[in-house]
């Protein structure tokens, strides 16, 4: 069971340059996210999907858009890369929400994806 | 708006301290309140929650953590620290009818020998 599985785990970006960054859950779940980790301001929502086929918008969703075409994979874009989108980039998911209520249900975490973007 | 607030970035104890990191939230609802823990080059990981019941909760590692509602607080405990348990802690509060968990910033917990 591979849990939340974060491809690739490191990149480096010229500013402008695009990319996409892969989330793979094989539990299941309904909800998926992505976050960004940056010193000092714990993790920030950028967003997130309540289904297959579904996106929505969270804290910080400016310079990023996403995609949910199959429940297991939450595809999270760049189109032109920023410095201030340097970051380290985990995604999450959970059965339900909100998570953890119910045994088993918890939000599980990937390892995260570190980005510099120069 | 809802907001967490751990007032420690850095704490330091010995091997076999007792340990409590801060946690404070605003909320407008019924808080649902979490721990997690990072290893370096790790995600999160759950140590425990709360959302309903017994206000002191017991997690995975030999943590607990009290709900205090008066106070606004939800303190990670713990008797005894071992090296291992050196990592960033984050405080995550949430509510039933939102879809965001909203993360404090995080303490690093350094163990001294």
């Known amino acids: 069971n591979a849990g939340v599985t974060q491809t690739p785990k490191f990149r480096v970006l010229k500013t402008g340059q695009s990319m996409t960054l892969l989330c793979a859950q094989d539990m299941n779940h309904e909800y998926m996210y992505w976050y960004r980790q940056d010193p000092g301001m714990g993790l920030r929502l950028i967003h997130y999907s309540v289904g297959e086929g579904t996106t929505a918008k969270g804290e910080v969703p400016d310079g990023y858009n996403v995609s949910r075409l199959k429940k297991q994979n939450f595809l999270l874009g760049l189109e032109s890369a920023a410095p201030s989108q340097t970051s380290v980039y985990f995604c999450?998911?959970?059965?339900?929400?909100?998570?953890?209520?119910?045994?088993?249900?918890?939000?599980?975490f990937g390892q995260g994806t570190r980005l510099t973007v120069v | 708006a809802q907001s967490v607030t751990q007032p420690d970035i850095h704490i330091t104890v010995s091997e076999g301290a007792s340990l409590e990191l801060r946690c404070n939230y605003s909320y407008g609802a019924t808080p649902y309140l979490f721990w997690y823990v990072q290893s370096p080059g790790q995600g999160l990981q759950l140590l425990l929650k709360?959302?309903?019941?017994?206000?002191l909760v017991q997690g995975i590692k030999g943590f607990e953590a009290e709900f205090k509602r008066s106070q606004s607080s939800f303190n990670l405990r713990k008797p005894s620290v071992h090296w291992s348990d050196a990592a960033e802690y984050f405080c995550a509060v949430c509510n039933s009818y939102g879809n965001k968990l909203v993360f404090g910033a995080g303490t690093i917990l350094r163990v001294k020998s």
């Open positions: 999450a998911s959970s059965y339900s929400w909100p998570p953890g209520d119910r045994e088993g249900t918890e939000a599980f």
């Open positions: 709360y959302f309903s019941g017994d206000t």
